[in-house]
Nanobody
C-alpha cells in the first residue's frame, strides 16, 4: 500500500513559481504522476516520471514551464511550476503506478494510488 501526501500549494501571483512536493510511504519502483483538476472540469495529466527518472512525460501545453523530478532517497517527487498563469489554478494530485508493459502514464485510469490533492491558486 502506498500513501501519498502532497504539499506546497498556495496562492501566487501570475508569473510566479511554486514547487509542489509529494511524499510517499511504501515507495517502490513506481512511476509517479501529477494531475490537476480545475472546478467543473476533468482531471488532466500534468507530468510523470519513471522510477529511475530516465523517462519524463509532460502535457504538451505545459512543457517548458513545469518540471517534474524525484528524490528516491527521500521518497519524494516534485513539480516545479514556473511562469504560472491564472489558468493553472486547480487542485493538483500526485499519483503512483507500478509500471507494466505498454502502460501509458498520461492516463489517470492507469494509476493505483492517489494523494488528497493540494490547491494551487494563481491570481491575475
Amino acid at each position: 500500500q502506498v500513501q501519498l501526501v502532497e504539499s506546497g500549494g498556495g496562492l501566487v501571483q501570475a508569473g510566479g513559481s511554486l514547487r509542489l512536493s509529494c511524499a510517499a510511504s511504501g515507495f517502490g519502483t513506481y512511476t509517479m504522476g501529477w494531475f490537476r483538476q480545475a472546478p467543473g472540469k476533468d482531471r488532466n495529466f500534468v507530468a510523470a516520471i519513471s522510477w529511475s527518472a530516465s523517462n519524463t512525460y509532460y502535457a504538451d501545453s505545459l512543457k517548458g514551464r513545469f518540471t517534474i523530478s524525484r528524490d528516491n532517497a527521500k521518497n519524494t517527487v516534485y513539480l516545479q511550476m514556473n511562469s504560472l498563469k491564472p489558468e493553472d489554478t486547480a487542485v493538483y494530485y500526485c499519483a503512483a503506478i507500478l509500471p507494466y508493459d505498454d502502460y501509458d502514464p498520461r492516463f489517470s485510469d492507469e494509476y493505483d494510488y492517489w494523494g488528497q490533492g493540494t490547491q494551487v491558486t494563481v491570481s491575475s
